[in-house]
């Protein structure tokens, strides 16, 4: 074999290498890219897709009472959907739902559109004993209940209602325990009232003055 013949077989290697190589990484990128999902709890089934899902529990970690669930549900069908129920696996709790117009009962999802529960003026999911359902920094299970698509379940970040977070959460936000100072206690406030004043000040009244003279 010629030295100019053996030199294009040696270039013709190398470069089929190169290639390969080359592949190689853009298939493991591609792989690698596939793999990364968004920094948000997101499920589909059907035509109902879940995104953003999170319980939002009170701000305080000593704080008794309830928490929410907030997310927003798109419905990609042609018919409207009812979201019946969402509850807490594992801890036997169901949030009570209530549309953004009336009461309480089951929130519409319209066909083509969909609805953000949680926050002012939302529609709400509230769980009534939020500290014995879940826990803050934990991926918390949840199923929602559709009237078409059934059961769809989803991990929800458990978060307190803090930051981002504080116009979704809880509207009762009680003290925390021990906090409260009980009724009629003699605390001063600071700041009396006119009606706090004894009715025998030592100011004279008129009928005093009569008597003196």
């Known amino acids: ?3 100019s013949l053996r030199r294009g077989v040696l270039a013709a290697t190398v470069l089929s290498l190169s290639i390969a190589t080359l592949s190689a990484c853009a298939a493991g990128n591609d792989a690698q890219t596939l793999a990364v999902k968004p920094d ?3 499920t589909s089934v059907g035509d109902i897709k879940i995104q953003n899902a999170n319980v939002i529990t009170q701000p305080e970690v000593d704080a008794k009472g ?5 997310a927003t549900v798109f419905n990609s069908g042609v018919k409207d959907q009812k979201l019946t ?5 594992g801890s036997g709790q169901t949030a009570k739902l209530a549309p953004a117009d009336h009461g309480s009962g089951p929130v519409t999802v319209p ?3 969909s609805v953000v529960i949680g926050g002012e003026g939302n529609p709400s999911a509230v769980l009534a004993s939020g500290r014995e359902a879940v826990q ?9 209940k559709f009237s078409s698509t059934g059961q769809v379940r989803i991990n929800a970040y458990v978060v307190p209602a803090k930051n981002y977070f504080e116009g979704y959460g809880p509207s009762q936000v009680p ?3 021990g906090s409260p100072s009980p009724s009629g206690s003699g605390k001063p406030s600071g700041k009396p009232s006119g009606s706090a004043s004894p009715s025998g000040s030592g100011k004279p009244t ?3 003055d009569h008597a003196e003279d």
């Open 206 to 208: 008129a009928a005093a």
């Open 136 to 144: 803050d920094g934990n991926a918390q299970p949840l199923t929602f």
């Open 175 to 177: 003290s925390p325990s």
């Open 111 to 113: 066909a083509g559109g």
């Open 85 to 89: 129920a969402i509850s807490v696996d």
């Open 40 to 42: 948000n709890a997101a």
């Open 1 to 3: 074999m010629s030295r």
């Open 66 to 70: 309830p928490a929410v669930v907030s």
